[in-house]
């Protein structure tokens, strides 16, 4: 979204590019806020519509599920697209291509662990963001109308995986969950009516993090009475209950998997490019994939060495954001016929929200090294991140007049989405 909007308006305004955004879902939502959406405490009003923003910024938007790539004839091939109700809303297709650019993003990893697919839900498109937001409510108002079949003293929810998705996502559904107490769903008043646990495999929380912030964020959990198990491996998921590495089982109404990332697997069962880590697409300095020049990957989708760190890049959104900066210079290169240049990352911190007013994290510059943030500071600058991300794609005016508008429209509409 960061990158088209570039591209759009120094090139296809300009007439010297025709560009062309291909999506399976009709509008963007930033991924870090996922959590938020899954909660109920961002609504629809936070989403980007793909057409109307095409329309405002000169390009194209075409409806349709990535299947792979003619790159001999510079065709991408597209899967049908379905409603809710089955319907056929996008044929399968083909669009044709000069240059492209793949980011896709990823999905969760399951590890190969039996019943993950039938039995957890997931976090890792606005769709799932919205069903696990929809399963969450009814199971709490079941709860509350005695219509569930266990105790309905209590409802259990599982978290797999403590990153940063894991980690914000536990914060929010605390914090959601007392909010809904205090909107007529009377049960979750009581102490202890919602346990959250969250599940992690590693011996400490976010490990890409400094050691100092993950135990400042155990800290938190535990505060906001997140009961954590580290060290810890999921061996096998039934419904609703967990089999762990030590022999004991964990019951869930809910269970929720985010442990570790992989590259979406339409990407590389479907194009016949060299595969790095995690199954993304491998990519040189110029983030061109090895074996075909006029193809690029960025994101999640990209397996990008980084010469500093000897490892490749993290899969984390200022990755992907400093590449959409990237890309656009690249490829007006590339189209003026100049030189290409080498992607230069620089990493600037990482931040965990941890709540509406709370977040840890640490900063990285030259001027100030490492400086780790905690609380009010630390959540401001967690929202500046989403103010930039917007302003990328919005421009500056339209973002500032978004965030005064969501601030003042906190005043008149409830906390929580409650349908």
């Known amino acids: 979204m960061n990158l088209v909007t570039r591209l759009s308006r120094s090139l296809g305004q300009k007439g010297r590019a025709d560009i062309t955004l291909v999506d399976e879902n009709l509008s963007h939502i930033w991924k870090p806020s996922l959590h938020e959406f899954a909660a109920g405490t961002k609504g629809p009003e936070e989403e980007i519509s793909f057409l109307e923003h095409s329309n405002r910024n000169g390009y194209k938007f075409r409806l349709g599920r990535f299947a792979g790539v003619d790159y001999q004839e510079r065709w991408v091939m597209l899967d049908p697209v379905l409603s809710d109700e089955d319907v056929e809303l996008s044929p399968a297709r083909a669009v044709p291509y000069d240059i492209l650019v793949l980011a896709i993003g990823s ?11 039938e039995h957890c839900l997931f976090l890792d498109t606005p769709t799932e963001a919205k069903r696990l937001q929809s ?90 009475n997140v009961d954590v198990l580290l060290g810890t491996r999921v061996t096998k998921v039934s419904e609703k209950t967990l089999k762990l590495g030590n022999g004991d089982s964990l019951d869930a109404e809910i269970i929720v998997w985010a442990a570790g990332i992989q590259s979406n697997k339409a990407l590389a069962s479907a194009v016949d490019l060299e595969v790095g880590s995690l199954g993304r697409l491998l990519v040189g300095p110029t983030l061109q994939t090895t074996c075909e020049d006029r193809i690029f990957a960025m994101g999640d989708a990209a397996d990008c060495y980084w010469p500093e760190q000897e490892c490749s890049l993290p899969p984390r959104a200022q990755v992907a954001s400093q590449q959409a900066a990237f890309l656009e210079a690249q490829i007006k290169r590339m189209i003026s016929g100049r030189a290409l240049t080498e992607f230069k990352y620089t990493d ?25 943030l905690k609380g009010w500071l630390a959540h401001r600058a967690y929202k500046y991140l989403h103010y930039q991300h917007e302003a990328a794609v919005q421009g500056h005016f339209r973002a500032t007049v978004r965030t005064f508008l969501s601030m003042a429209m906190r005043r008149v509409r409830p906390r929580l989405k409650l349908h």
Do not use: W, Y
């Open 107 to 117: 999905r969760s990893n399951d590890f190969g662990t039996s019943g993950v697919s």
């Open 135 to 224: 399963a969450i409510l009814n199971l709490c108002l079941r709860m509350e109308t005695g219509a569930l079949d266990v105790d309905n003293d209590a409802i259990r929810l599982a978290i797999v995986g403590g990153g940063a998705t894991g980690v914000e996502l536990a914060a929010e559904l605390r914090e959601a969950t007392e909010q809904l107490g205090r909107n007529g769903i009377d049960k979750l008043r009581i102490p202890d009516s919602v346990g959250i646990t969250v599940i992690e495999g590693s011996e400490r929380l976010v490990g890409a993090l400094p050691e100092s912030i993950s135990e400042k964020v155990l800290h938190e959990l535990e505060t906001l």
């Open 348 to 372: 600037h911190g990482s931040l965990v929200a941890l709540s509406s007013s709370s977040a840890i994290g640490s900063l990285m510059g030259r001027a100030l090294g490492t400086m780790t």
